[in-house]
């Protein structure tokens, strides 16, 4: 194959980069806006960071295939940044599929980085909302989540029986006048199969139907392959569509997706609205609809509600870790976006990839003041001061608005830039910590060699994950006795540090010792909980909880999983 692509990292193969750069490292710039969108001041969330960019992307060789990305080019990136000796690095990527962290090559890339006191933040991937589809899971690596901020941009369909039904919106529409209005099913091709064209596959559709008319597609959770390309809008922009509405089906319900983007004037509704539509479309012969101009509005409650793409634990290589570790703005996230792309200078994005460059400015922040923390201390610093509650005080809401969230949705919580800033106390770990979690997993010493230059490292003969020294605490097999060891280091004045636990509902938890009083600076003190419960009365799957230490002035919360092992 050849390719005809340019080596800067300036020329963005799809914006993804340029985005999420801005994201993190962003200076102020005013009068920001998307399509007269969201209008402000736009900043990263480092505004004053040196940045680097590393380019592994490439324009695609093969026909309809946007980019592609080398795995030798993201290695070669990862071992140029540990020369250039950058403080923290964004990778808002993830692995292809699940592979044990000792075959994972972003896995052994992102060791080393934190060996050379590097600290990689990582997107949590947009396979959401099912369970098991977090990636980026190694403990090594900060794994973000995605969700929403206190801000809405929607409009109005109105409807020829002047129905009105309230939508969110992707794109600005360009007027507010009225369009026919077809349906996919009704749009199809004279041989195309009737539900491909429902949910307006690319290869299904007339474009003499569509031309000059606000198309109507259905949408769901799992997005059939060949409906992708017309869901992002793209292709329904080349059969001459007016305008897109993306109507939920029963399964989404009142779920709404937020990870696709749009290239003409698109919007989506839930499934009762989506109903609503259909039920007009089928009683006229010639329906129509137009999009009201879309409004920005601010402090909108609750907030933040996850995203539905927003992958989820548990993890599926490392159950007795809780990923993902944090969540973050990832939803219509507006940054820097490649002028000649789609004629804009900035887009509204959504994804775990946006979510993962707020917190890499936070850590930056965090390095820039605390310059002799270790990675595993920034991360235990932005986790542990994370809210579980939104802006009305309540545990933070799934995608549907209505459900809690749980911590495989959000890990630690939302994250809280100025908190992380003086956490108090940290959980920290070092390489040999790491290694000995590698230890507990199918290995040889050539194995191990890809990860610590000491080929001669030796296993310890036993070593408990409920021992590794990690900000959250899973435990995944629970026979109804355990005991879990952590470490606190104080990085702030001397104090008193009294525990507050809220227990998973059947368990007891007693901790020990029941204060912990540190009288200097870097003290270390170890303290356990003990677990214990009646197996047979508890639920077959996780149950949720929370220890947290506090001194009156510092809250250092660590969120607890628990799920029975039934027999």
């Known amino acids: 194959m050849t390719f005809n692509d340019t080596l800067s990292p300036r020329d963005d193969v799809n914006g993804h980069g340029t985005h ?5 490292g962003g200076n102020f710039v005013p009068g920001v806006s998307y399509h007269g969108l969201a209008n402000g001041t736009a900043k990263g969330t480092a505004p004053k960071s040196r940045v680097a960019a590393y380019k592994i992307t490439w324009k695609s060789p093969v026909p309809h295939e946007e980019a592609i990305t080398s795995e030798m080019d993201m290695l070669a990136a990862f071992e140029a940044a540990m020369d250039d000796g950058v403080d923290i690095i964004n990778f808002s990527m993830g692995p292809t599929e699940f592979v044990e ?14 060996k050379n006191d590097i600290l990689v933040v990582a997107s949590a991937s947009n396979t959401g909302p099912s369970p098991q589809t977090v990636e980026n899971t190694a403990p090594w690596v900060l794994t973000v989540a995605a969700s929403t901020v206190d801000r809405e941009i929607s409009s109005y369909i109105i409807l020829g029986n002047h129905l009105k039904i309230k939508v969110h919106v992707y794109v600005c529409p360009i ?6 209005l077809i349906n996919g099913a009704e749009a199809h091709l004279p041989n195309a199969n009737i539900t491909d064209a429902l949910w307006c596959g690319s290869s299904a559709l007339d474009p003499a139907k569509v031309k000059g008319k606000i198309l109507v597609c259905r949408y769901t959770l799992s997005i059939p392959e060949s409906a992708k390309d017309t869901i992002d809008s793209a292709h329904a922009r080349k059969l001459g569509a007016a305008g897109l509405i993306l109507a939920g089906d029963e399964k989404l319900g009142s779920r709404i997706l937020h990870n696709e983007l749009h290239l003409l004037p698109t919007v989506i509704i839930n499934y009762k609205d989506s109903e609503t539509l ?5 009683s006229t012969r010639n329906p129509i609809a137009s999009f009201t101009t879309a409004n920005t509005s601010l402090g909108t409650k609750p907030a933040p509600i996850m995203g539905c793409f927003s992958s989820r634990g548990p993890s599926k290589l490392s159950p007795g870790i809780l990923k993902p570790d944090i969540t973050a703005p990832g939803v219509d996230i507006l940054a820097a976006f490649p002028p000649n792309k789609y004629k804009t200078p900035y887009f509204m994005i959504s994804g775990t990839s946006m979510a993962a460059p707020h917190v890499a400015g936070i850590a930056a922040l965090i390095k820039k003041i605390h310059p002799d923390w270790t990675t595993a201390a920034i991360k235990s610093a932005i986790m542990t001061t994370a809210s579980p509650l939104d802006n009305t005080g309540m545990p933070i809401r799934d995608c549907d608005n209505a459900s809690a969230a749980t911590p495989f949705a959000y890990g630690t919580g939302h994250v809280r830039p100025n908190l992380a800033m003086d956490p108090g106390l940290i959980y920290n770990l070092n390489q040999y910590d790491y290694l000995n979690f590698l230890c507990t997993f199918p290995h040889n010493n050539t194995i191990l060699e890809k990860f610590s230059k000491q080929h001669s490292y030796k296993c310890p003969s036993s070593f408990n994950i409920l021992d590794f020294n990690y900000p959250s605490i899973s435990i995944p ?4 006795k355990a005991i879990v060891t952590r470490e606190l280091t104080n990085v702030g004045q001397p104090g008193t540090y009294i525990p507050r636990i809220e227990a998973p509902t059947g368990v007891s938890i007693v901790v020990e010792p029941k204060t912990l009083v540190f009288s200097k600076k870097d003290e270390q003190i170890k303290f356990k909980l003990i677990f214990t419960a009646d197996i047979n009365h508890l639920p077959s799957d996780y149950i949720f909880g929370s220890l947290v230490w506090s001194d009156a002035k510092h809250v250092v919360r660590t969120p607890i999983v628990v799920k029975a092992q039934k027999a």
Do not use: E, Q
């Open 101 to 114: 962290y000792t075959k994972d090559a972003v896995a052994i890339s992102t060791f080393h980085a934190m």
């Open 175 to 180: 007027d507010d006048k009225f369009y026919p």
């Open 278 to 282: 259909f039920g007009y479309i089928n």
């Open 477 to 480: 097999n629970f026979t109804g």
């Open 20 to 24: 999420t750069l801005s994201t993190a």
